[in-house]
């Protein structure tokens, strides 16, 4: 009876296969089950597609232990001949009266062509009539095919599409070549290759599908590859066959054909491989991207053609003003600090200026980039008469109203300038009191991230997946990819640093005033449009950059999350809400570190003033979080028993309180991330005592304290490496708790040993010039460099078998092409609304220079 049951659920779900061709994407998309413990894994995963997502390595022993490697082997040698055969059988049963008609079953003849299909599958003996129960087989078969041929099942179908998928039936029974190019683009749907690699996908051939009616021109109706993703019941995975439909199949169809399919019909997963219609949203994000690309036209044409006529203009002017008001008040001239105000980002500008004062007779010296006139006008000044010093002062009240209003559009016109900010992105010069190594510190952490990411996310498109999981993941070196996950906590660790550092001595200078809201507003308008043009594009535009298999399902998926919680992204709580959450359902799922960091910003205030305040009650409310953290970090990771790399999780406490065994517990939850962000809080603070002053250190002691970061570095990186067995809970514990703030402690030395001068070739190699231009638009290649990493993959119509070669060349790209997005980003979205903000908030002179 077991193997009848088999047999019966392959022959209901093969003929829901074949007859239910439709197109696009389903409304109930099915999520897949990723790997356990990719929550400690870098983990920005982003919706779990049906298509190829499976349950790791823990799959395999289930279904050994429940069907058998043999029989499940033995199971795959019915794919031979399967698809023509069941096609045949379908054909003879199926009574099709006419167009548009609700088709009915031929029960005699199905009978016949029954038994006839299992004997010719080697399912049934007719010497042996006892093996199986005919009638009860018969009976089971007929009122399933009875459900799903019947008047329920066909009654909302399409005309078209009905007809089209008949005639395929009938056209396959005589073999007609395009049916069979159509059975030779399908997939497998007994997969014989999941025994051995794991790998739950058949995709079949995408090009071979598309190409049915170019290929033979008397085929009756144009095709299209999708690819249909079904849960297997009593597994806790999804398998994925591509097939070839009708094109003119709709989704309407699709839904009203498999929706009665039991057990297993609400959760199939239907995408196809097309362009895709263009929704309201993504027309508006166009219109978005192109406003930002006119606008920076305009100033790129401004600074090129424009700017140099009116900056000469405008010196002509304000040296007349100079010579008019030469000798006067300072309330009733115009000053040279205000020229500089007004001129002092040009310094191309100035040297058109002095060529042209120069033909006009006055001297002219090039200081920094700004103009300053001389000339002899005492003998003009004792001529002019009452009247004409009265015309002279409305002049210049005039024209200095002019130079600044002109000055306010220059700044915002050069803020839109591309030549402006690329070039301001391009300098690799050092400033004075530079912390040049954390450039190189941050730029080798952001290819870390996207390194692992070229691997993480790829996981689901690999053929061979049991040689990643058991082979390659076991390697000691491969350690570096699984616990990638810290190279994040390097940007908590700079960021803390450098607020602290630079509020420290804003303060300084200052005598403790700071203008809080500013200090806000600032933040929030540096970051939020690129983040949101991010947003925008990964939730509708990013589904149009090519067509491949899955590409439907994955960003339809990120859509319907963005519509959903984009306004949890734009207040920055994501990680929070809805709680506990789940990072793989988020909205841009990797921008929890954002919300992180910007929670971290908004409470640095209070620490940050304690420190320039007391220093001891700055660093005594730092160690209060800290601990706290830990302790609360300890309770989650115990009770929930987190696991740790690729350690699955000790106990199913996650899945019992929040009903999910992927929910957020601690990877995106500030009270479980803070440390690393408070450790960067401590080292600002010391930077911003030791800067600038001798600091001697003994060799012994700083050769000592390389020795411990690097170790410490190492350990958190390789320390959980096991061949055989598993970490012990509480070692898993202690990891989740301390690993973090142990790693950015380390990185947090090699940066002090660089400052003070006792780093050696480490410091001139993080403190290269190389990584200042790269440094600047790390924000915009985190934001986009997973969006370019998915395009790619979801682009591809077969699966990738994993070698070193390809995953070099894989990272390589991965790693070009988002930075010359980032840099596209920086001086189309970045850049311009920077300059923006200075020239309206931060542009104006606060005093005039004595």
Avoid at 541 to 557: N, R, S
Avoid at 570 to 594: R, T
Wanted: proline residues 4%; contains cysteine; neutral net charge.
């Amino acid at each position: 009876m077991a193997r009848f049951a088999f047999t019966s659920a392959v022959l209901v779900l093969f003929l829901v296969f074949i007859v239910r061709r439709a197109s696009c994407t389903a409304q109930d998309r099915p999520r897949g089950i990723v790997l356990g413990s990719s929550n400690e894994f870098i983990n920005l995963p982003e919706f779990r597609q049906a298509q190829y997502v499976s349950n790791g390595a823990r799959v395999p022993s289930d279904v050994m232990a429940e069907l058998g490697v043999d029989q499940f082997a033995s199971s795959a040698d019915l794919q031979n001949g399967f698809f023509h055969k069941v096609r045949d059988l379908l054909a003879s049963v199926v009574d099709r009266t006419g167009a548009g008609s609700t088709p009915a079953l031929d029960m005699t003849r199905l009978r016949q062509d029954g038994l006839k299909l299992l004997q010719d599958l080697g399912l049934w003996d007719p010497q042996e009539p006892g093996q199986i129960d005919l009638e009860e087989m018969a009976e089971a078969v007929g009122k399933e095919l009875r459900q799903f041929v019947g008047i329920q099942a066909w009654r909302n179908v399409s005309a078209n599409c009905l007809n089209n998928t008949l005639q395929f039936f009938e056209d396959a029974s005589i073999s007609l070549p395009y049916t069979g190019q159509m059975i030779s683009s399908d997939g497998e749907l007994i997969n014989r290759d999941f025994v051995y690699n794991f790998n739950i996908a058949s995709l079949g051939n995408v090009e071979m599908c598309q190409s049915v009616k170019e290929w033979n021109p008397d085929a009756p109706y144009e095709t299209q590859y999708c690819n249909l993703a079904y849960p297997v019941v009593g597994l806790d995975f999804y398998a994925v066959i591509g097939l070839c439909f009708p094109a003119n199949c709709s989704v309407d169809d699709l839904q009203h054909l498999f929706q009665p399919v039991p057990f297993i019909g609400p959760y199939i997963g239907i995408s196809c491989v097309g362009p895709y219609p263009w929704e309201p949203w993504a027309i508006v994000t166009v219109c978005i991207l192109c406003f930002f690309l006119l606008l920076v036209t305009m100033g790129t044409v401004y600074h090129v053609m424009i700017r140099r006529r009116i900056q000469a203009s405008m010196a002509k002017v304000a040296a007349r003003v100079e010579e008019r008001d030469d000798g006067q008040s300072d309330e009733n001239s115009l000053s040279k600090a205000e020229i500089e105000l007004q001129y002092g980002s040009n310094r191309t500008a100035s040297v058109v200026v002095k060529k042209d004062l120069e033909a006009n007779g006055h001297a002219a010296h090039h200081n920094n980039g700004f103009v300053d006139v001389e000339g002899d006008v005492a003998d003009s000044k004792e001529t002019i008469t009452r009247s004409e010093e009265i015309r002279s002062q409305d002049n210049d009240r005039a024209a200095k109203h002019k130079m600044k209003t002109f000055g306010l559009l220059d700044n915002i016109m050069m803020g839109f300038s591309s030549i402006h900010n690329g070039s301001k992105i391009l300098n690799t010069e050092q400033t004075a009191g530079n912390l040049g190594v954390l450039n190189g510190i941050r730029v080798i952490s952001m290819w870390w991230i996207i390194l692992g990411h070229t691997v993480y996310f790829m996981i689901g498109y690999w053929d061979d997946f049991r040689y990643v999981s058991t082979t390659l993941s076991k390697s000691f070196l491969f350690s570096v990819i699984i616990n990638a996950g810290v190279s994040v906590d390097t940007f908590f660790f700079l960021s803390g640093l450098l607020l602290t550092y630079l509020t420290l001595k804003h303060l300084q200078k200052a005598n403790g005033r700071l203008n809080w809201f500013l200090f806000y507003l600032h933040r929030f308008i540096r970051i939020t449009p690129a983040y949101m043009v991010s947003i925008a594009i990964w939730a509708s535009l990013a589904i149009h950059f090519g067509q491949g298999v899955g590409k439907h399902a994955m960003f339809e998926g990120a859509a319907e999350a963005c519509r959903k919680y984009w306004w949890t992204n734009l207040l920055y709580i994501n990680n929070l809400y809805p709680f506990p959450g789940d990072l793989s359902l988020q909205c841009l799922g990797w921008s929890w570190y954002l919300a992180n960091d910007m929670q971290f910003f908004v409470i640095s205030p209070v620490i940050i003033y304690l420190l320039y305040k007391n220093a001891k009650w700055g660093m005594g409310l730092i160690m209060t979080l800290c601990l706290a953290s830990f302790g609360v970090t300890a309770y989650i990771a115990a009770y929930y028993g987190a696991g740790v790399g690729l350690i699955p999780a000790y106990n199913n406490n996650t899945l019992v309180v929040y009903g999910s065994a992927t929910a957020d517990i601690i990877y995106g939850k500030p009270y479980c991330r803070i440390p690393a962000y408070l450790v960067g809080m401590v080292f600002g603070y010391i930077f911003y005592k030791v800067q600038g002053k001798p600091f001697k250190m003994s060799k012994c002691f700083n050769l000592s304290m390389w020795f411990v970061s690097t170790a410490v570095a190492l350990s958190v990186v390789y320390g959980i490496y096991r061949d055989e067995g598993e970490l012990p809970l509480y070692a898993a514990v202690l990891y989740n708790v301390f690993a973090r703030p142990a790693f950015v402690t380390a990185v947090g030395w090699v940066a002090f040993s660089c400052l003070v001068g006792y780093g050696g070739p480490v410091n001139a190699l993080l403190s290269w010039g190389f990584w200042a231009p790269l440094s600047r638009i790390t924000f915009g290649a985190y934001l986009l460099h997973p969006i370019i990493i998915y395009t790619i993959y979801t682009s591809n119509n077969a699966q990738y078998h994993f070698t070193y070669m390809q995953w070099v060349c894989m990272f390589l790209a991965n790693l070009v092409l988002g930075y010359a997005a980032a840099f596209v980003l920086s001086i189309g979205v970045e850049g311009p609304i920077m300059g923006l903000e200075k020239a309206l908030l931060g542009g104006g002179a606060r005093g005039k220079k004595k």
